[in-house]
């Protein structure tokens, strides 16, 4: 039996789920990666965890 559906036509007729390439502008998801960071590190300094 001949498989007719090869590994190019399997993945490309899968719907895009939002991977890497698809992401939206980097500047803001790395200000807000490190607004997280500052945050957090703040409250366990206020906390005294440290």
């Given at each position: 039996?001949?498989?007719?559906?090869?590994?190019?036509?399997?993945?490309?007729?899968?719907?895009?789920?939002?991977?890497?390439?698809?992401?939206?502008?980097?500047v803001?998801?790395?200000?807000?990666?490190?607004?997280?960071?500052?945050?957090?590190?703040?409250?366990?300094?206020?906390?005294?965890?440290?």
């Amino acid at each position: 039996m001949v498989d007719f559906m090869t590994t190019h036509s399997a993945t490309a007729a899968r719907a895009r789920t939002g991977g890497p390439k698809d992401d939206g502008p980097k500047v803001l998801e790395h200000v807000m990666g490190w607004t997280l960071v500052v945050v957090i590190a703040m409250l366990v300094t206020q906390l005294g965890l440290l």
